[in-house]
């Protein structure tokens, strides 16, 4: 079936840029996602790249998509204090709408 | 802007109860969901529904899950007879497509069976 993986954590200094990764081996996904999850709250979508794209930017945020390896990244420039919260990759195929998470990644951002 | 909301935040049963969950979806999405997420696991579908109807679920779902819509407002999940393993924050999602770019989802309600 589709699985979806990310590392656990991520910690980084104010002001320098985060990657966080992500891979999936579902080859008919359609779209690709990031989504925010802030403690206390919901899951909230940040970005998302459609799969025949293999960059999207939105202000700091940079969305790779390598679709041959079926990588995925995303790229918080500048990153601040308020950025600190779990990542989600997610993604969905042509013939579904359910979203398939990845893990999360927990983004910890220090001074 | 507009909100999906849980309540309750947190719900802590005895094991064999029945317990419901409930979602208030944004007013004009049609497309209705619950995930939910184990402890340190990952967040895993359970059930869409559209037009009165499941329209997909996954193998949790079984026979122990009901989702109904019944007011025209309301999304609730219900869980026959809860057991320790469905321990989880179960969200809920509203859609206005079914291509997923438009999910909102709400904050959660952590189900704890004890």
């Known amino acids: 079936g589709e699985d979806v993986e990310q590392s656990l954590f991520l910690s980084v200094r104010e002001g320098d840029s985060s990657v966080i990764n992500c891979t999936y081996t579902d080859s008919s996904s359609t779209y690709l996602y990031w989504y925010k999850q802030e403690p206390g709250a919901g899951l909230q979508l940040l970005t998302y790249i459609f799969s025949n794209m293999d960059m999207k930017q939105d202000q700091r945020l940079t969305v790779l998509l390598n679709k041959k390896d079926k990588h995925l990244s995303l790229r918080i420039a500048d990153t601040q204090t308020g950025d600190s919260a779990i990542y989600f990759c997610?993604?969905?195929?042509?013939?579904?709408?359910?979203?398939?998470f990845g893990t999360g990644t927990r983004l910890q951002v220090f001074p | 802007e507009p909100e999906v909301t849980q309540t309750p935040s947190h719900q802590v049963t005895q094991m064999g109860q029945e317990v419901i969950l409930r979602c208030v979806p944004i007013s004009n999405h049609l497309y209705f969901y619950w995930y939910r997420q184990i402890l340190g696991q990952k967040v895993e579908f359970l059930v869409s529904f559209y037009n009165n109807e499941i329209s997909e679920k996954s193998e949790i779902f079984d026979d122990q899950f009901s989702v109904e819509r019944p007011d025209g407002s309301n999304f609730t999940l219900k869980i026959r007879s809860t057991k320790l393993e469905d321990s989880a924050m179960y969200f809920c999602?509203?859609?206005?497509?079914?291509?997923?770019?438009?999910?909102?989802f709400g904050s959660g309600t952590r189900l704890t069976v004890v």
């Open positions: 997610a993604e969905t195929s042509h013939n579904t709408d359910k979203l398939i």
């Open positions: 999602a509203s859609s206005g497509d079914h291509f997923g770019l438009w999910y909102t």
